[in-house]
């Protein structure tokens, strides 16, 4: 049984990601450059000209951070089992059971421990392609599940968002994750751990009005999309028109919401900088 009945069709959305398709050639939104798709894997999916940044899937992502594209995941079982029976469009359960063929993943985060330029963190990453990175239970719990196993570890934690906010699909329970997580990062800062937040294109929502918006340091990839309600909204809510680049990275670094704007190919040697920076140490060299 539904607990909703739209009457209404939802607002249409125009549909706009800069999601790299399969194919051999690739064409640069910003730019129109067209790029072999073999040369934009070289440069982590930024486009040469251009430095426009291309979406990475949660599994690309961790490859760029991690030593050797190596990493441990953790409790990549679990999976959401539709706590309300949910359906809006189409129902949850299809929702997921498409999202899941499409990604290869049973929710919408990748947790790994591993080595960055040797130093052990726990990286979460988030798959857009997964209902939109939506936070759901099971994205709140393996975030809490990780950020536990870094505390017992003594090692630090990385969040990398691409989110659209909280999963409406699990309701209030999915608005629970934002406490939950919250939490888990506080018991990680009272046992002096860091924490980094890196924010990508898109982050908005839930996940922004929490856990991203509380790392030691707050990290973004250029020009991404960074907000609590999208532009839209607001403008339709204030009824003014919003400044250029509103919601930009570059436009919140200027007004102190972040503390520095990273390009994709920089960005691994800058967090281990900033890890080093924050007293974590590397492994100790493995026995033999
Ligand atoms: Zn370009």
Known sequence: MAWFKKARKPIATPEKTSRVPEGLWVKCPECDTIIYTKDLAKTLSVCPKCAHHFRLTAAERLRTLFDDEQWVEHDAALASNDPLTFTDTKPYAARLASSRKATGLKDALIVGAGTIEGLPVIVA????????????????????????????????????????????????????????????????????????????????????????????????????????????????????????????????????????????????????????????????????
């Open 125 to 288: 990453a988030m798959e857009y392609g997964f209902i939109g990175g939506s936070m759901g239970v099971v994205m709140g719990e393996k975030l809490v599940r990780g950020i536990e196993a870094a505390v017992e570890r003594r090692v630090p934690v990385v969040i990398v968002s691409c989110s659209g906010g909280a999963r409406m699909m699990e309701g209030a329970l999915s608005l629970m994750q934002m406490a939950k997580v919250s939490a888990a990062l506080a018991r990680l800062d009272r046992a002096q751990l860091p924490y980094l937040s890196v924010l990508t294109d898109p982050t908005t929502g839930g996940v922004t009005a929490s856990f991203a918006m509380l790392g030691d340091v707050i990290l973004a990839e250029p020009k991404a999309l960074i907000g609590f309600a999208g532009p839209r909204v607001i403008e339709q809510t204030i009824r003014q028109k919003l400044p250029a680049g509103f919601q930009r990275s570059e436009f919140l670094l200027e007004r102190g919401m972040l503390y520095l704007v990273i390009d994709r190919r920089e960005m691994k040697p800058t967090i281990a900088r900033l890890l080093r920076f924050m007293g974590a140490v590397p492994a100790p060299a493995a026995a033999g």
